[in-house]
């Protein structure tokens, strides 16, 4: 599985722990940027992370800023991106579970053991098939699609 990461600078140091977390997991690792803790804007990031997944050049992806909320509005205006910022494995799970998220945004402000255990439970957690997920899904692509 190939997974797209990005940060702004708040988020560089927990990125660069990150991408060696996944590659010691067995995960090809895309690194988006940035590329060091001096000061850049986390929406073009979180953009280029937005236009990397939707086209399927990474099959997830991971965002990270100051607060991960920023960087996750980003995603969201990339059309058919569906970002969830979280702060827990339980939301982590069902980010990806209820709500089929492509890319999560967190924190870099977390700590790094926590962050891994969140990271850990959204990429082995499964999409949830059942109608009512789905409905609720094509509920939102049919409004993004107008």
Same mark, same amino acid.
């Not at 953009?47 to 939707?54: S, V, Y």
């Given at each position: 599985?190939? #997974?797209?990461? +990005?940060?702004?600078?708040?988020? !560089?140091?927990?990125? *660069?722990?990150?991408?060696?977390?996944?590659? @010691? *997991?067995?995960?090809?690792?895309?690194?988006?940027?940035?590329?060091? &803790?001096?000061?850049?804007?986390?929406?073009?990031?979180?953009?280029?992370?937005?236009?990397?997944?939707?086209?399927?050049?990474?099959?997830?992806?991971?965002?990270?800023?100051?607060?991960?909320?920023?960087?996750? #509005?980003?995603?969201?205006?990339?059309?058919?991106?569906?970002?969830? /910022?979280?702060?827990?494995? /339980?939301?982590?799970?069902? +980010?990806?579970?209820?709500?089929?998220?492509?890319? #999560?945004?967190?924190?870099?402000?977390?700590?790094?053991? &926590?962050?891994? *255990?969140? #990271?850990?439970?959204?990429?082995?957690?499964?999409? @949830?098939?059942?109608?009512? !997920?789905?409905?609720?899904?094509? *509920?939102?692509?049919?409004?993004?699609?107008?």
């Amino acid at each position: 599985m190939r #997974i797209a990461i +990005a940060s702004d600078h708040r988020g !560089y140091e927990m990125k *660069q722990e990150l991408k060696k977390y996944l590659k @010691n *997991q067995n995960y090809e690792v895309l690194d988006l940027g940035t590329t060091s &803790k001096e000061p850049v804007d986390y929406p073009k990031y979180g953009i280029l992370l937005g236009e990397t997944i939707k086209e399927k050049k990474a099959d997830l992806g991971i965002a990270i800023c100051g607060t991960g909320i920023g960087i996750s #509005i980003a995603c969201n205006k990339v059309k058919g991106i569906i970002c969830a /910022k979280v702060s827990n494995k /339980k939301e982590a799970r069902l +980010a990806k579970e209820h709500n089929h998220a492509n890319i #999560i945004a967190l924190s870099g402000e977390m700590s790094k053991f &926590k962050t891994k *255990q969140i #990271i850990k439970t959204y990429l082995t957690s499964k999409e @949830n098939k059942q109608e009512k !997920y789905i409905k609720r899904i094509n *509920q939102i692509k049919e409004y993004e699609n107008g």
